[in-house]
């Protein structure tokens, strides 16, 4: 799921880097504005595909045996979870806060953080154990986007006291509870805890566009020290910027995804030199970057752009650039474990 990703796009997917699966799973949904949306689970080439359930917005764990994904209805939606083997769905949150707030996978699989609450309240960030259900509570406040260190020892979120994405970052140690505050100026999002470093979107120029400041990624230390710039590159007015998706397993290679008004497509980044390239076409029906392989060298994504409504197949796509390769025709979101 994505994400957030200015207005266009909610849904990303923070995965954690372990090794390439011998027999990988693709999760994608079907249906997504009708009555009845479904989600499927396939091979990575998308073959053998099976229903699990009602529901959207698939999330694949890292080691590939559990689908966590959107249930219920729009008005009163769910976290449901379900094997990948055998489906068999049950529901593991309640009160589940959709809009711009996707799930981040714990490394081991066994847990997932995710956001709870009322609409237009403030929430609360909690870690939930996929075996029991139990929660337990991280902070309250309006969220960003959060996610697991590698080696699973913490939480990297971005969090505000209201809801105007004036966000700041913080790190929270799951074996003490302590939180650490990293950023203090609010203009903190979207945070993807990499093997090598932590990037976020970070809001820049807004004292000189006329519609709102532009986002560029940066790269900050756990400890929230060394804040360097990462990309630089023509944002126009109405658009907002890239946000980050995903790490290769080495930290080498990044995907994002650039948004703004009537705008969304995916974007690769050398975490290297900061040297930007567009993946497929920049148009508003451009490539949705739904997940990174752990190699790095291919991307998963849709066709169709942002809007539910247009006609989208899940593709991959080589990160080097070339032709794309359909693996399901009329599906919106994927992830997989590949």
Same mark, same amino acid.
């Given at each position: 799921?994505?994400?957030?990703?200015?207005?266009?796009?909610?849904?990303f997917?923070?995965?954690?880097?372990?090794?390439?699966?011998?027999?990988?799973?693709?999760?994608? !949904?079907?249906?997504? #504005?009708?009555?009845? %949306?479904s989600?499927?689970?396939?091979?990575?080439?998308?073959?053998?595909?099976?229903?699990?359930?009602?529901?959207?917005?698939? !999330?694949?764990?890292?080691?590939?045996?559990?689908?966590?994904?959107?249930?219920?209805?729009? $008005?009163?939606?769910?976290?449901?979870?379900?094997?990948?083997?055998?489906?068999?769905?049950?529901? *593991?949150?309640r009160?589940?806060?959709? $809009?711009?707030?996707?799930?981040?996978?714990? %490394?081991?699989?066994?847990?997932?953080?995710?956001?709870?609450? %009322?609409e237009?309240?403030?929430k609360?960030?909690?870690?939930?154990?996929?075996?029991?259900?139990? $929660?337990?509570?991280?902070?309250?406040?309006?969220?960003?986007?959060?996610?697991?260190?590698?080696?699973?020892?913490?939480?990297?979120?971005?969090?505000?006291?209201?809801?105007?994405?004036?966000?700041?970052?913080y790190?929270?140690?799951?074996? #003490?509870?302590?939180?650490?505050?990293?950023?203090?100026?609010?203009?903190?999002?979207?945070?993807?805890?990499?093997?090598?470093?932590?990037?976020?979107?970070?809001?820049? !120029?807004?004292s000189?566009?006329?519609?709102?400041?532009k986002?560029?990624?940066?790269?900050? #230390?756990?400890?929230?020290?060394?804040?360097?710039? *990462?990309?630089?590159?023509?944002?126009?007015?109405?658009?907002?910027?890239?946000?980050?998706?995903?790490?290769?397993?080495?930290?080498?290679?990044?995907?994002?995804?650039?948004?703004? $008004?009537?705008?969304?497509?995916?974007?690769?980044?050398?975490?290297?030199?900061?040297?930007?390239?567009? *993946?497929?076409?920049?148009?508003?029906?451009?490539?949705?970057?739904?997940? *990174?392989?752990? !190699?790095?060298?291919?991307?998963?994504?849709?066709?169709?752009?942002?809007?539910?409504?247009?006609?989208?197949?899940?593709?991959?796509? %080589?990160?080097?650039?070339?032709?794309?390769?359909?693996?399901?025709?009329n599906?919106?979101?994927?992830?997989?474990?590949?």
């Amino acid at each position: 799921m994505p994400r957030a990703l200015a207005a266009a796009l909610t849904t990303f997917l923070a995965a954690a880097a372990v090794p390439a699966a011998a027999h990988a799973t693709l999760v994608y !949904d079907k249906n997504v #504005t009708t009555n009845a %949306p479904s989600v499927y689970v396939a091979k990575d080439d998308g073959t053998g595909g099976k229903r699990v359930g009602p529901g959207r917005s698939p !999330d694949l764990s890292p080691d590939g045996t559990t689908l966590a994904y959107v249930g219920g209805s729009f $008005q009163h939606p769910t976290l449901a979870v379900s094997p990948t083997t055998t489906p068999a769905p049950r529901v *593991l949150l309640r009160d589940y806060a959709t $809009q711009g707030y996707p799930i981040a996978w714990a %490394p081991d699989s066994k847990a997932l953080v995710a956001v709870v609450g %009322p609409e237009l309240k403030a929430k609360k960030l909690v870690v939930v154990d996929v075996a029991t259900g139990a $929660q337990s509570v991280v902070a309250d406040g309006f969220f960003g986007t959060a996610s697991y260190a590698p080696d699973g020892s913490a939480l990297i979120y971005a969090k505000g006291t209201k809801d105007d994405f004036k966000y700041d970052l913080y790190r929270y140690d799951l074996a #003490t509870k302590l939180t650490t505050r990293l950023t203090a100026d609010h203009r903190a999002q979207n945070p993807v805890w990499g093997p090598k470093t932590i990037v976020f979107t970070r809001l820049v !120029d807004g004292s000189v566009r006329r519609y709102g400041p532009k986002g560029e990624l940066y790269t900050i #230390t756990p400890d929230g020290r060394n804040l360097k710039r *990462l990309t630089n590159q023509p944002v126009a007015q109405l658009l907002f910027g890239l946000s980050a998706t995903q790490f290769s397993a080495d930290g080498t290679r990044l995907l994002g995804q650039f948004t703004g $008004q009537d705008t969304s497509y995916a974007q690769v980044v050398n975490t290297a030199t900061g040297k930007v390239r567009t *993946l497929g076409k920049v148009e508003e029906t451009g490539y949705t970057g739904l997940a *990174l392989s752990h !190699d790095g060298r291919t991307v998963l994504a849709a066709t169709g752009g942002f809007d539910p409504s247009n006609r989208h197949d899940i593709i991959t796509v %080589p990160y080097a650039g070339g032709p794309a390769k359909v693996l399901v025709r009329n599906a919106f979101m994927a992830d997989w474990d590949r």
